[in-house]
């Protein structure tokens, strides 16, 4: 019985694949300009094969029997249109779209992004390009391959805590909305994408603005913005299963679900997933669940979509980093190490008994817990031919800690008096328990909250949005005491409270007129006003007295050159202005750190043909008051930002994709750059005296950390039959610094990774789709770390340096499964 099924289901599956004989390919162009439409919906509706225009606007179905066929094609913020085609040998069509007129989900973003009307630098990334790559991994890692980015995972895979760089700015100066609602953390700036993992299972969309970019809600960005759009409407009902399995037990599941178009009105779609991981640094698993709900009401001119998502995640710290030491197996460094960081003998046991996955922390529940929801209204209405209002509302509930076992820490961090072991009328400081193993947990409950608007006119010459956001973030940061060896408080105990209240409002408007048919003019103004509040006790029992306002305008002016369809000559010169964050207060009681302030300069040529397309870009980024580590330290021992006057980054970034053949296409970038600080000054404390002497060393014209000069990706694709396809993934880094002083023995080597991805898709008569995929990542076993970081001292004038580091995973695979319905 088990054969005669077997042997029945090899036959639905392979039945539609022998009885293919020919090729229908074509392109999708808008009707208006003739510019191809990338990532346009083609499907078969007799078999409902689909497929997804690539970067050229093209389109193929390969092996397809001999008969008649509508070819229905579909675009965001087009008419649909249908072609009937009878094959009876391989044919090309050419498909025009026409503007849609009735309001679409595009609507929701087009504030917030740029075209190829926009003088900035941009790149967009796909659906297709985000369901091929992602296996579970955050969302910075389906992003690696494109311009100016690095990557880098906590635990080594990219599951778990993961950062992007873009241009070398961390992600505390990257602006990141969501459907155009900002999800930057408020306070720190920051951005943390396993508080929504595999968002990219529920993403139409992203675009990547490097510069400054276009006015948008949120944070100002100081190196790029990343603009993430959810799903857009599916008028077609489907049901999806994805599983993945591979190297250091990972796993993910995901379901997902659409009822497709309800009584022409009504969709919704959802989904639930599930990924795990032991991660390649030891003990640093992952446990992520998330979820994303929408239902959307599409009538005429109206459009109402409500959408809920989020996660709740469970992962192990692994956030301390690997010595030097410990990465070049050298026990004379180690024990140096050992010494500088005062470990015990556990601890130190743990270092020389580990290699290059090495964790400094071994207690059980040594672990970040955090669960974050996000409930989006969008409302969108037509009000006439040429004017259109969209709003939303938005609300995020973020609550949960992270837990520590502290060896022998002091107790004057916990605000309690000494213990006294004696009961003797003259204790004596021999009777008094000054430190103490102890665990603790440090607690985020927030609330965040606002509206955000846009007003957009479209006419034949002048396109102008209005709009703008208020925005409000109330945060309550404790911290309690689980357990003490020596008895100083109650059980949860709480050892500190404060609470910071930030308003963010802005408001923006952007017009593009275009004066001739070749010639467009840009400009685009922001105001954004910003208060910050915060009081309480910190965690290092420091008082707490913040109320900061902070008033910036931004302008931004360019102009579109266009000597043809195809061709786009654009240069743009922008402002940007950032507020210190949280810890810029907290770490400097006292003092006053400056905003920082960036004169952005971009100009640059973008040309797509027929089966090839180049961008070349020159920027310039030019800061004043940027906010740098110097090595200074507070009276606790916190490093403190410093701002340095003049800093600047400049360099040329190159994009192209080229289509060798039917089967062949390359998409490949490089970045070159320099990134400066006309002066740095380095502290450094010299503890052979108390208290510690300050001192100082200046160097000039150095490079900025974190920031190499050299980038370069590349994707090679090989379609050698119908649903089978073979890509190599190159990623190059340069050499970076892991610190301003230009220093030859603080920095990250430069590495080379190489990744091999498999594909393989089938259509049968009761699954619409299924997709094999292999993924094998560092497939050359390259030994290398993407992140670091460094700290010294002086001791009677001799120099004592360590420098940690976040080694990635070596050659390792992930298995996926696809099933749609």
Same mark, same amino acid.
């Given at each position: ?44 509706? !007799? ?58 989900? !595009? ?244 270092? *020389? ?7 400094? $922390? ?20 037509? @009000? ?97 005491? *689980? ?29 593009? $007129? ?96 027929? =089966? ?7 920027? *310039? ?38 289509? *060798? ?22 502290? @450094?404390?010299?503890?052979?005296? !108390? ?26 694709? $090989? ?40 594909? $393989? ?15 094998? =990542? ?23 340096? !360590? ?19």
């Amino acid at each position: 019985m088990l054969k005669f099924f077997s042997a029945a289901l090899f036959v639905l599956l392979v039945t539609p694949v022998l009885a293919q004989n020919f090729t229908l390919s074509g392109e999708v162009r808008d009707s208006k300009n003739k510019k191809a439409l990338i990532g346009a919906t083609v499907r078969l509706s !007799e078999s409902g094969i689909v497929t997804i225009t690539d970067a050229f606007g093209q389109f193929e179905f390969r092996k397809l029997s001999a008969g008649s066929y509508t070819v229905v094609i579909t675009s965001i913020g087009y008419e649909e249109k249908t072609e009937r085609v009878d094959l009876t040998a391989n044919a090309e069509i050419s498909i025009t779209l026409n503007d849609n007129f009735i309001v679409t989900d !595009e609507v929701v973003v087009l504030a917030t992004r740029a075209d190829d009307k926009t003088p900035t630098t941009f790149t967009n990334v796909g659906k297709k390009e985000i369901r091929d790559q992602n296996f579970g991994q955050d969302l910075p890692f389906l992003l690696n391959w494109t311009p100016s980015v690095v990557t880098t995972s906590d635990a080594g895979t990219g599951i778990g805590y993961t950062g992007v760089r873009i241009r070398g700015s961390d992600a505390t100066r990257i602006n990141v909305t969501i459907n155009g609602i900002p999800y930057n953390d408020s306070e720190s700036l920051g951005t943390f994408w396993v508080d929504i993992p595999d968002i990219a299972s529920s993403s139409q969309s992203v675009q990547i603005q490097r510069g400054v970019g276009t006015s948008t809600n949120g944070a100002g960005a100081f190196g790029a913005s990343i603009n993430l759009q959810t799903n857009t409407r599916n008028d077609l009902p489907y049901a999806e299963i994805i599983s993945s399995a591979g190297s250091f037990k990972t796993f993910r599941n995901t379901l997902s679900f659409g009822t497709g178009l309800l009584k022409d009105t009504w969709v919704i779609d959802g989904r639930i997933s599930n990924i795990s991981s032991d991660g390649y640094i030891d003990r640093a698993f992952a446990d992520l669940r998330s979820y994303y709900f929408s239902t959307g009401f599409y009538r005429g001119n109206t459009m109402l979509k409500a959408i809920a998502f989020g996660g709740h995640e469970r992962t192990y710290q692994s956030w301390y980093g690997v010595p030097q030491s410990r990465l070049e197996n050298d026990a004379d460094a180690m024990a140096g190490t050992i010494g500088n960081e005062g470990w015990n003998d556990a601890q130190a046991e743990n270092l *020389l008994n580990s290699g290059r996955t090495f964790n400094p $922390y071994t207690y059980k529940d040594q672990v970040d817990d955090y669960g974050q929801n996000h409930y989006q209204l969008h409302f969108s209405q037509k @009000l006439a031919t040429a004017l259109t209002l969209n709003t939303s509302l938005h609300y995020t509930k973020g609550k949960g800690y992270y837990e520590e076992y502290k060896v022998d820490d002091g107790i004057e961090n916990y605000g309690v008096d000494y213990p006294i072991i004696n009961d003797d009328d003259e204790p004596s400081d021999n009777d008094t328990i000054f430190s103490t193993d102890i665990i603790r947990r440090r607690w985020l409950d927030n609330d965040f909250y606002g509206i955000t608007f846009g007003l957009s006119y479209e006419a034949d010459k002048l396109s102008s949005v209005l709009g703008g956001a208020w925005n409000r973030y109330e945060g309550d940061h404790f911290g309690k005491i *689980l357990w003490a060896a020596t008895t100083i408080a109650p059980i949860n105990h709480k050892y500190y409270d404060n609470f910071g209240d930030k308003r963010d409002y802005n408001i923006y408007w952007k017009n593009t $007129y275009q004066f001739n048919a070749k010639l467009s003019g840009y400009v685009d103004v922001q105001y954004r006003g910003i208060q910050y509040t915060a009081s309480g006790i910190e965690n290092k029992q420091n008082a707490l007295n913040i109320n900061k306002t902070f008033d910036f305008f931004n302008p931004k002016i360019g102009f579109v050159f266009s000597p043809s369809v195809s061709q786009q000559l654009y240069a743009s010169l922008s402002v940007a202005n950032r507020e210190p964050v949280r810890d810029d207060f907290v770490d400097a009681p006292g003092s006053t750190p400056k905003p920082e302030r960036l004169i952005n300069v971009e100009t640059g040529y973008r040309f797509t043909g027929k =089966n090839y397309m180049i961008h070349a870009n020159y920027y *310039l980024m030019d800061y004043t008051d940027q906010l740098v580590l110097t090595g200074a330290v507070n009276d606790v021992g916190a490093s403190v930002r410093t701002n340095v006057d003049k800093s600047y980054r400049m360099g040329v970034e190159l994009e192209g994709s080229v289509k *060798l053949s039917r089967r062949f296409l390359w998409n490949a970038n490089v970045t070159l750059s320099r990134n400066k600080i006309a002066t740095f000054t380095e502290v @450094l404390y010299d503890y052979v005296s !108390e208290p510690a002497e300050v001192k100082t060393a200046t160097v000039d014209d150095t490079d900025i950390s974190f920031s190499p000069s050299l980038i370069a990706g590349s994707c090679i694709t $090989y379609m050698p039959a119908k649903g089978f396809e073979a890509t190599l993934l190159s990623k190059y880094v340069g050499k970076q610094y892991l610190d301003n002083t230009q220093n030859d023995e603080r920095t990250i080597d430069a590495y080379f990774v190489n990744d091999i991805r498999l594909k $393989y898709t089938i259509s049968t008569n009761i699954v619409r789709q299924i997709s094999f995929s292999l993924l094998v =990542n560092n497939v050359f076993d390259e030994v290398y770390e993407s992140n670091g970081y460094t700290w010294g001292y002086l001791y009677d004038g001799d120099h004592y340096r !360590e420098n940690y580091y976040f080694p990635q995973a070596g050659r390792n695979f992930m298995g996926m499964l696809t099933l749609t319905f």
